[in-house]
């Protein structure tokens, strides 16, 4: 799974933690800055476009909803499925 333990950087300017492995940002953070945890800092947005992305395409792969493959757009789907439509 993409989601993972999360981490932060003790790099001074560094606000946030990191739980989503294919985060570029995460991924910059050199090894001897990295520490476990959260930090109290708030979740990477990248990480959190992530995470969302991937449960959206388990809704989508997992769903038989009529739009899927029929030309629905994955955010008209997110819509429907999250009771918005
Ligand atoms: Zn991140």
Do not use: W
């Not at 950087?9 to 800055?33: D, M, P």
């Not at 990295?34 to 959206?56: F, M, T, V, W």
């Amino acid at each position: 799974m993409p989601v993972i333990e999360p981490i932060y950087s003790i790099e001074k300017g560094c606000e946030v933690y990191h739980n989503h492995s294919e985060c570029t940002e995460r991924n910059n953070i050199e090894a001897r800055n990295i520490r476990a945890g959260r930090g109290e800092k708030r979740l990477c947005k990248h990480c959190q476009n992530l995470a969302s992305q991937d449960h959206l395409m388990t809704l989508a792969a997992m769903s038989n909803h009529p739009l899927f493959g029929k030309g629905g757009s994955l955010l008209e789907m997110a819509a429907i499925l999250t009771g918005k439509k």
